[in-house]
T-cell receptor, first 113, second 113 residues
């Protein structure tokens, strides 16, 4: 079945560091890919999404590029801030497989001042 | 602004007791979902509904029932709560299945003793 793999369970950085959170997916069709962010005490909220190969999604300084060749959608930010501390989820929706949204296991980002 | 609310925000239940978690949305969305969140597992779909008076099983429905009495309301019912059901539960809504942004509530933290 469809799946999303996030290899980093936790990431600790200092302010102004460069961030990469890896996301790889497996899907039978041509999925839409999402990044969600969850701040403490809140539900996840959409960061951005991408629907086609080479499309770049971006929001709040974060970005990711849909890469069908490597089945990846890695999240990057050039300079993180303490306020970016949160859990980040990669997810996919596969129209050829019931359109269900499948979430990765999440990556907890802690940014130290 | 999309709005999904959940009640209660936290609950302590006894093993074998009945627990009802409630969700209310003012988005006028057709689709509603219940997820549970556990460390190391991310978000997993329990039940979902696309119309009032109808519910569907998600990936981990065992031990849970759902009820959708109206478009706005969606409940998750644990008839016989167990220790393994201790988790954070999120409700979400979307206007359509899969492709669209999911709007999450703030979550309910359930502790089963």
């Amino acid at each position: 079945g469809d799946s999303v793999t996030q290899t980093e369970g936790q990431v600790a950085l200092s302010e102004e560091d460069f961030l990469t959170i890896h996301c790889n997916y497996s899907a039978s069709g041509y999925p839409t890919l999402f990044w969600y962010v969850q701040y403490p005490g809140e539900g996840p909220q959409l960061l951005f999404r991408a629907s086609r190969d080479k499309e770049k999604g971006s929001s709040r300084g974060f970005e990711a590029t849909y890469d069908k060749g490597t089945t990846s959608f890695h999240l990057r930010k050039a300079s993180v801030q303490e306020s970016d501390s949160a859990v980040y989820y990669c997810a996919l929706s596969d129209p050829s497989n019931t359109n269900k949204v499948v979430f990765g296991t999440g990556t907890r980002l802690q940014v130290l001042p | 602004e999309a709005a999904v609310t959940q009640s209660p925000r936290s609950k302590v239940a006894v093993t074998g007791g009945k627990v009802t978690l409630s969700c209310h949305q003012t988005n006028n969305h057709d689709y509603m979902y219940w997820y549970r969140q556990d460390t190391g597992h991310g978000l997993r779909l329990i039940h979902y509904s696309y119309v009032a008076d109808s519910t569907e099983k998600g990936d981990i429905p065992d031990g849970y029932k759902a009820s959708r009495p109206s478009q706005e309301n969606f409940s998750l019912i644990l008839e016989l709560a167990s220790l393994s059901q201790t988790a954070v539960y999120f409700c979400a809504s979307t206007p359509d299945w899969g492709q669209d942004t999911q709007y999450f509530g703030p979550g309910t933290r359930l502790l089963v003793l």
